[in-house]
């Protein structure tokens, strides 16, 4: 069966710091992967996608990059977090061979910029 | 562009209550739309999902029927519980582009009481 796992699931961490979030899919190939940022009190925000190794695509244009460097890996990205930052980030998988696919998440990872 | 719409939130029952919760959707062509819950600190889980009209999704005693007339898709539970209490998202896919890609609602939290 597939899982996702993501870590670490809480961060604090200063404005100005580099943030790298980690997230792995298992039990399936060539995954659509997402990005997603929930701030407090709010909806799901789309940040990036990936069809593919190498191949991301961003949906809002702000202070995170995203990468891809094998099959089933995903990492979110800033060179130096910004308070806006803060929020619940998510990932999440789809099969990928249709568009009715659905769509899994991992446990989230919790990030609090101070 | 597409679009979800939920009712706001929050909503109170008592234990044993009927549910509702509303969302419509605005689409070019016919997507998918999807029920997630997410628990408390927890990322967002599957709960029941259509792929055309006219289609009823239903998982754990909740329901929803895709209405391509009135571009709706609530959902319902004849008797909640308190273990119910969770933020239910309503979203659909986005077919452009092949991506898988969902737009979600802003979320809808429910609270039941003993």
């Known amino acids: 069966s597939q899982t996702i796992h993501q870590w670490p699931a809480t961060l604090v961490q200063p404005v100005g710091s580099p943030l790298s979030l980690e997230c792995t899919v298992e039990?399936?190939?060539?995954?659509?992967l997402y990005w997603y940022r929930q701030a407090a009190g709010r909806g799901l925000q789309l940040l990036f996608y990936?069809?593919?190794?190498?191949?991301i695509s961003s949906e809002v244009p702000q202070n995170l990059s995203a990468s891809r460097p094998q099959d089933r890996q995903f990492i979110l990205s800033s060179k130096k977090l910004l308070l806006s930052d803060s929020g619940f980030y998510l990932c999440?998988?789809?099969?990928?061979?249709?568009?009715?696919?659905?769509?899994?998440f991992g446990p989230g990872t919790r990030l609090t910029v101070l | 562009g597409d679009s979800v719409t939920q009712m706001e939130g929050p909503v109170t029952l008592s234990e044993e209550a009927f549910l509702t919760i509303n969302c419509t959707y605005t689409?070019?062509?016919?997507?998918?739309l999807f029920w997630y819950v997410q628990y408390p600190g927890e990322g967002l889980q599957l709960l029941l999902k259509?792929?055309?009209?006219?289609d009823k999704g239903s998982n754990k005693g909740f329901e929803a029927t895709y209405r391509k007339e009135t571009t709706s898709f609530h959902l319902e539970k004849g008797s909640v519980q308190v273990s119910d209490s969770a933020v239910y998202f309503c979203?659909?896919?986005?077919?452009?582009?092949?991506?898988?890609?969902?737009?979600f609602g802003q979320g809808t939290t429910l609270q039941v009481k003993p």
């Open positions: 259509a792929t055309k009209a006219d």
């Open positions: 689409a070019t062509g016919y997507p998918s």
């Open positions: 999440a998988w789809s099969g990928g061979v249709s568009v009715t696919d659905t769509q899994y």
């Open positions: 990936s069809v593919g190794i190498g191949q």
């Open positions: 039990g399936t190939s060539n995954p659509n």
């Open positions: 979203a659909l896919s986005d077919h452009s582009g092949n991506t898988g890609k969902l737009i």
